[in-house]
């Protein structure tokens, strides 16, 4: 692809180990992939964190950086590591040990849509599914990476917030109590990925704001958390999925007449978040450790 494959928005200046990331709310659709894809438009941008992008966007006055893709999922999935490649989608491809993800179409190349709706008939080559993986995929896992690094550097960690969405009928597993559904779902894979104090943070930042939270379940958090959560090097990642019923119209995948009243609720709760990543008296493990 020769068209930009993210964005950052950048604050004026950088206060704040936190840096947002939006990999599913991409919808710049690749004129060939759309004629080639054997639905219509509303039906493919289904697995998209619709609008995600623009609910974070209060994080650069935060003095917080947001990177966003404009590549959508359906396209090439940022939230999957390169080597997770479907052989029922990919030529050439072997089957390899078990990968829940890959066996469900939802590898870094993906196979089906919301609902398991196969995106195309037939098989893509290999070629085509490595160039989707060096052209988007790597440019964008390299400047959230030197996003990180940066953070680390400058504040001596560094605290990822993968920013997604989730169908609001799938939320009936993660509830938080007898008759309570979730709003909003932090992975942090059990804890392998964050500090429990960034966590703990983090949760009662959306519970000031009036909203439900829920922990790893049903969404513990994927390649993303798992690749760049380091919590024992101060590096430490998060997983946030909101319900999408909260702002946007699922089925005609439009906001709310309500979204800026709810994007002005994530403001305040993205201050607080980013707050956890402001300078204190001690580093960050050790403010971490002690709570």
């Not at 004129?31 to 054997?38: I, V």
């Not at 392998?192 to 000031?208: E, S």
């Not at 999925?241 to 979204?259: C, G, K, Q």
């Amino acid at each position: 692809m020769s068209e930009a494959v993210y964005r950052v928005l950048a604050p004026a200046r950088r206060t704040t180990s936190v840096v947002f990331a939006s990999p599913h709310s991409g919808r710049a659709y690749p004129a060939d992939f759309l004629r080639q894809a054997g639905m219509d438009a509303r039906a493919i941008r289904s697995s998209e964190d619709a609008f995600v992008d623009r609910l974070f966007a209060a994080a650069p006055d935060c003095g917080a950086p947001l990177i966003a893709s404009l590549v959508p999922r359906a396209f090439v999935d940022l939230n999957r590591g390169p080597d997770e490649l479907d052989p029922a989608l990919i030529e050439g491809v072997g089957r390899g040990a078990f990968n829940a993800r890959v066996a469900s179409g939802l590898g870094v190349i993906p196979r089906v849509v919301a609902g398991g709706r196969p995106i195309r008939q037939g098989k893509i080559t290999r070629a085509e599914a490595e160039s989707r993986i060096d052209n988007a995929w790597r440019p964008y896992h390299a400047r959230l990476q030197a996003l990180l690094d940066e953070a680390h550097d400058g504040f001596g960690e560094a605290i990822l917030i993968d920013c997604h969405s989730m169908p609001h009928e799938v939320l009936a597993a993660g509830r938080a109590g007898p008759g309570r559904q979730p709003d909003v779902v932090l992975g942090d894979r059990f804890g392998a990925a964050a500090a429990p104090g960034v966590v703990d943070r983090i949760a009662a930042a959306f519970g000031a704001a009036g909203l439900t939270v829920a922990r790893n379940v049903p969404f513990a958090g994927a390649y993303v958390a798992q690749h760049y959560g380091r919590p024992s090097r101060n590096r430490h990642a998060v997983q946030i999925e909101i319900d999408r019923a909260l702002y946007m119209d699922e089925r005609r995948i439009e906001p709310r007449p309500d979204f800026d009243d709810f994007r002005a609720t994530l403001a305040g709760v993205i201050a607080q978040i980013a707050a956890i990543g402001r300078p204190g008296a001690a580093s960050g493990a050790q403010r971490f450790a002690a709570e």
